[in-house]
């Protein structure tokens, strides 16, 4: 089955500046790469993804890369502030099945 | 739109009990899943349904957990009896399917489980 890295495990940043969470995957036949936000206690959010055939994606402050040839994706926060403290995962889909990083917790200094 | 419901929002059981969770997808939502997320893991599939049927349910542990969708709306999973083991954020989330496009997957708030 498939095997989602995600490194990583915590990252403290100071506000402003940038954060970058990367994952790998192991099937190629993977497809489809969401990336979700969970604020402690509550559900996780879908705040962007990917599919196979786009090498990136933006969404004003956030944006994720993706190289197939590698099998790894990445997220890229700018001028983090301090509401984007949260844990962040990253997922992998072989059109059905998601499989989840183990999550990245990233603090915003203020 | 309405998000994905789930009831009860907590819950506590000793050992060896049984327990269910009761989940209500987004409207017109086919695709149906239900994950086990433990503190400080991502979550992890335990069974979807694509309306009324199973298609993926390999990391259900069969002995102990079971879930079913009638009629392809509402799903319920239960475990019977539960181990100390099963503490964990037990998530429903639906998509409108897991094909071809609209996958995208929506979470419920989740059901926090403590086995004690």
């Known amino acids: 089955g498939e095997n989602v890295e995600q490194h990583p495990s915590t990252l403290s940043v100071q506000e402003g500046d940038s954060a970058v969470i990367k994952c790998t995957y192991s099937d190629s036949a993977s497809n489809y790469f969401p990336w979700y936000k969970q604020e402690l206690g509550k559900r996780p959010q879908l705040i962007i993804d990917i599919r196979s055939n786009v090498g990136e994606k933006k969404d004003q402050r956030i944006a994720v890369t993706l190289n197939k040839t590698a099998k790894h994706f990445s997220l890229h926060i700018t001028e983090t502030q301090p509401e984007d403290s949260a844990v962040y995962f990253c997922a992998a889909s072989n059109d059905y099945k998601l499989s989840f990083g183990a999550g990245t917790t990233v603090t915003v200094r203020a | 739109e309405a998000g994905v419901a789930q009831s009860p929002r907590y819950k506590i059981i000793e050992k060896r009990q049984s327990v269910a969770f009761w989940c209500n997808p987004i409207s017109g939502h086919a695709t149906l899943y239900w994950y086990q997320q433990i503190l400080g893991q991502g979550p992890k599939l335990l069974i979807q349904f694509q309306n009324n049927g199973v298609v993926d349910d390999s990391q259900l542990p069969k002995d102990r957990f079971s879930a079913e969708r009638l009629k392809g709306v509402d799903s319920t999973l239960k475990i019977q009896p539960a181990k100390l083991e099963d503490s964990a954020v037990y998530l429903c989330?639906?998509?409108?399917?897991?094909?071809?496009?609209?996958?995208?997957?929506?979470f419920g708030p989740g059901t926090r489980l403590t086995v004690t």
């Open positions: 989330a639906s998509s409108l399917r897991f094909r071809g496009g609209g996958y995208e997957q929506y």
